[in-house]
């Protein structure tokens, strides 16, 4: 097979569509658009959302609270995520590159959920009060 002799698919290309080109194409005068209205205009639609000067249902509905664009920086690791990565120092890096939080992460909390046997030793990272006790018990420490 060369590149000369690739051809699309059967039925992957169409004929452009030529409307107003006479009564025998079945598209022929109006264009398929109809007769008169603003809809068969030139350049004559509504905008989105436009409910024909009824109050659009974006501004009836009343609007409640916020989403804080912070979340997206902050993460959560469990206690049994930090046992299955395994190693004795932890770091934001390590994390990263653990796949453990995202890459545009910048603040991580430890998060009592789970156990934890291995002494791990915490740097830039923050953890829950539940979470610190169950690290220094098992020997580790937060910095």
């Known amino acids: 097979m060369e590149l000369n002799t690739i051809t699309p698919g059967q039925g992957a290309k169409h004929a452009k569509r030529r409307v107003g080109r006479g009564i025998g194409s079945g598209l022929g005068k109006t264009a398929g658009r109809g007769h ?12 989105v959302g436009f409910e024909g000067g009824q109050m659009p249902m974006q501004r009836r509905l009343p609007k409640r609270g916020f989403k804080s664009h912070l979340l997206k920086f902050n993460a959560e690791v469990t206690l ?12 934001l890096l390590t994390l990263k590159q653990s796949g453990l939080v995202g890459q545009i992460a910048k603040n991580v909390k430890i998060i009592n959920t789970g156990s934890l046997s291995l002494a791990v030793k915490l740097t830039g990272i923050s953890a829950t009060a539940g979470a610190k006790t169950i690290i220094e018990a098992a020997g580790g420490s937060i910095a």
Request: glycine share 16%; net charge positive; hydrophobic share 25%.
């Open 80 to 91: 049994t995520a930090l046992e299955q990565l395994g190693l004795a120092e932890v770091d």
């Open 36 to 47: 008169k209205g603003q809809k068969s205009r030139s350049g004559g639609y509504h905008k």
